[in-house]
Every structure is written in C-alpha cells, then in structure tokens.
C-alpha cells in the first residue's frame, strides 16, 4: 500500500476478474493439522493500545520473492538479524511505539528464508511489542487478490503454528484486499477463521474491503465480531477533502472505533514541513493533523506508513550508522498525538488588531450575522446571505491561550451563549461584554482560511442548527463533529 501505488480506482471504474489468478493456482487446499492448535490469548484486544509503525522492505512489500526489511540483507543469520532489529526496535520504542507491523509471504515463509526472517518477528515479541503480521501478495500482480492459495494457507499454517503461543503477535489476513467483491472477501474472512477455528478473535485483524476502506461493511458481518478490523487512508484517497475538519471526518465515519487500528496513514517526513503550525493550503499538514486528532480523540490506533524503510520520502525514522533518527519531528509528535503519548498546542489563530472580518459557513456559504441589526442584549445570531452590513462584521480580541472575544462592528456587543449554558443546541446571541467564559471562544486554524471556534465554558464549537443553508437559520452551540456547517471562513473585510 504504499503511495508509490498508483490509485487509480479513484478516478476509474475496476472491473475485477477472478479467472486470471485462478488458471495459476493449485486447486488443492493444504490440509489442515489433524489436532488443532491451542493458540495463546491476545495481549490487547484494545485498538487505543497499538501506537506502532511499519517496517518495511526498500523496494516496497509488494515483492515476487523473499521480503527483506530495510536495514538488513539476504545473506544475514538469524542472530545477525536479530541484532539489527534490536537497536531498529529500540528507536522505535523510544519513540513510544509498543507495535510493529511486518510483512508476511509464501516466499517468504515457505522456504529457508523463514528460519533468518524470523529474527525480527522474534526479537519483537522478546521486546514486550505487539507484532502484526500481514499477507501482502507480489509484485507482479497487484491485483488485490491472493496470488496462489495452496501457498496463501500453507503460509498462514506454518506462521500460525510457529507463534501460536504467543499472544502479541497478530495476524492479518491480508492487506489490501481490492481485488474482491464485498461478498467473495467476507468468505476469504470466514474461511480463515474456520481454519484457525482456536484461534482468539482478538488476534486476528481484518483489512476493510477495497483498499483496506471499507471497514463498516466488514465489520457489520457478525461472523466476526470480536475480530481486529485494519483501516488505511492517504491523502490522494479523496481528492474532495482540505481542512484539518474534513480529514477528521474520515476517521469520525468510522462504525467500530474500539476495534479499529489504522495500521497505514502518512505524509511526506523528509521535507521541512512543520506539521505542528498552522496548516495554510497545505493539504499533507491539514491531513496529518486531521487523521491524529481524530485518532486522539476516539482512541483508535494507529500504526505509521512507514515507520522506516530505505529511500522513502515518508518514512519516519532514516537510518544512521546502526541505529536511526527521527526524519521530522513535528511529524513525530503529531503521531505520538495520536496514541496520547504527548500533548501538542493547537494551531490557533492570529488576527490584524483593530480589523474587521466576515465569518462564512463552510457549509451555507452564508454570514454569521445579528438578526435584524439588533443593538439590544440577547439580539439573535443567525446566518444571512452576505451584503457587507455592520451586523456582519466582527472584531476578534485576544485574550491569551487561543481564546478571543468576538465583537459585531453593529452593536459593539459579543457573541455569547445564551444563559451561560453549557448545554448542546443552545442559542447563540450578542450580550454586553463582561469577562464571562460563555462570551471567550478559542478559535484553531484548520486550513485553507477555515477555523473551528469553541466556547471556553461549555467546550462547544460554534455550529449551523440542522446544517441550514437558509437565511436565518439559528446559531447554536453543539458537540465538535468536524462537520462542513461548524467550519468557518474568517476574511478580513
């Protein structure tokens, strides 16, 4: 999956046929073991608990033949390899990761390759980290189906047995399944839960359909409740989206948070961005700060693309000597943001002193505006088509930490929730300023000249009742949803 992946089901329509893989397939399926294997509990079934990173090979895990992690080589010992991968693991867990996602293949697996592969696997899990195994299938395909199925099980047979016991390594049946109707993966699904029938649930992690998208439907089908489901989402997945609030909106779509990990997400680290500040047009920050605050703030995790692999432009660590070292640190703390390991300053906003301003709804394309001009306390605030009025423009005064006080040019008073309510749906007016936490708003810049605005006493963003488009519909508060009509344009008049 990585971006070097040409996504051209964005833009086209796929037609998937089954039969080219099929004619190279052996028609056998390998037996199943005679007694069933007693598979060791999860260590987590808790998607906030996975904060990790991919470990991938340099030419992407997309590979024909054996998979070779970036770092090591072809002709490393088992014991070489595992010395490697400790000091690799090290600076992933002083990074505060606790997860490693490694790819998985028959060549891999099937053959002698195994026995040295398996020192990272093993030096992972000897490290106290969670290990997610993953099915990627070769490069000469990249059909999103399984290349070959008698060595698709046999693969899972022999990495199922090897780590049945151990209850941090987790099995990912594959990544990236587009090449299947919604139906044809959901008996791939059930077919591989069928085989490791004493297998916990918990260990075992389920892409979404498509491009590990669609994880609703997946986890809709009851037959795997209690199973992990695998989320991946780039910016070139949705060309429609800008605002920090628009990407948050594709992690809030999520149906089954808790047993969510978003096990690929990235942007570009080995630029100067600084992904901490404020966003501007730039679609790659407003992405990154958008998929982490939602991650953050739902508790889902998250595993990086790609933690570290040789030549790539979004790898999060490079190496350096044996060991390596953070490619942006902005990017990094914006992930440890996702697995709550760190607290970040928002963005907030700036404002020319003494200027006035038109605030637009994203989503109306209308003005916040005091109804009928009113000079009076408790006039209401609605929307209104923009015609330049004073009743439409409005002073933002800093008060320290992000907050401000909003003043309508009109009637010189602020916007204020009405009764001091910290309840949701509650009118918004204009009131006499008096130093009141209802009447102070933090205001965060979300990109593209949109912000989000939040009262300081109910925590509540600044929202269109209903998501109107009409003149007049009411100003209200309301809980913070990322939605099109709580985003505002705020334009120097």
Not at 340 to 353: G, H, K, L, R, V
Request: proline letters at 3%; charged letters at 15%; hydrophobic letters at 35%.
């Amino acid at each position: 999956m990585l971006h070097t992946k040409k996504y051209f089901f964005l833009i086209a329509v796929i037609v998937f046929c089954n039969c080219k893989k099929e004619a190279q397939q052996t028609p056998e399926t390998p037996e199943q073991p005679e007694q069933p294997i007693t598979f060791a509990p999860a260590t987590s079934a808790n998607s906030a608990d996975f904060k990790g990173v991919n470990w991938a090979d340099a030419r992407d895990n997309f590979t024909d033949d054996a998979l070779v992690l970036s770092g090591t080589t072809p002709a490393d010992s088992y014991t070489t390899i595992q010395t490697k991968a400790n000091t690799i693991l090290a600076g992933f867990k002083t990074a505060g990761a606790n997860t490693v996602r490694l790819p998985v293949n028959p060549s891999t697996v099937i053959g002698t390759w195994w026995q040295q592969y398996k020192g990272a696997i093993d030096k992972a899990s000897a490290l106290g980290m969670k290990v997610v195994l993953a099915y990627w299938e070769g490069a000469s395909s990249k059909d999103g189906l399984v290349d070959n199925t008698f060595s698709f099980w046999k693969m899972w047979d022999t990495v199922t047995t090897a780590y049945s016991t151990k209850g941090n390594i987790y099995f990912e049946v594959m990544n990236e399944p587009h090449g299947y109707s919604l139906t044809d993966l959901n008996n791939l699904y059930a077919e591989f839960l069928s085989r490791y029938s004493t297998m916990p649930r918990a260990r075992i992690i389920l892409d979404g359909a498509g491009y590990a998208t669609d994880l609703n439907s997946i986890g809709a089908d009851s037959r795997f409740d209690s199973c992990l489901l695998s989320f991946h989402f780039y910016t070139w997945f949705d060309g429609n989206k800008e605002t920090t609030a628009d990407w948050e909106q594709t992690i809030n779509a999520l149906s089954y948070p808790a047993r969510t990990i978003v096990t690929e997400f990235g942007v570009p680290m080995t630029s100067v961005k600084d992904y901490l500040a404020a966003p501007g047009t730039d679609r790659e920050v407003t992405y990154l700060q958008g998929m982490t605050n939602a991650m953050h703030d739902l508790n889902i995790g998250g595993i990086y693309w790609p933690g570290l692999r040789t030549n790539d432009s979004y790898s999060m660590f490079t190496q350096s000597g044996s060991g390596i070292v953070t490619s942006n640190t902005s990017g990094l703390s914006r992930l440890r943001y996702a697995w709550n390991e760190e607290d970040i300053t928002a963005p907030y906003a700036s404002f020319t002193a003494g200027a006035w301003y038109k605030v637009i709804n994203k989503n109306s394309t209308k003005s916040l505006d005091v109804n009928n001009s009113s000079v009076d306390d408790g006039g209401s605030i609605i929307q209104w088509e923009y015609w330049g009025g004073n009743n439409q423009q409005w002073q933002f005064n800093a008060l320290g930490d992000g907050y401000f006080s909003i003043t309508n040019k009109n009637s010189s008073k602020a916007l204020d929730v009405d009764g001091a309510s910290a309840d949701a749906g509650k009118s918004i007016v204009q009131w006499s300023y008096a130093d009141s936490t209802n009447q102070q708003w933090q205001i965060i810049d979300i990109g593209f000249g949109y912000y989000k605005i939040i009262n300081k006493k109910s925590g509540l963003s600044l929202d269109v009742n209903g998501q109107s488009t009409e003149n007049g519909g009411n100003i209200i508060q309301w809980y913070w949803n990322s939605g099109a009509n709580q985003q505002w344009q705020l334009t120097e008049h």
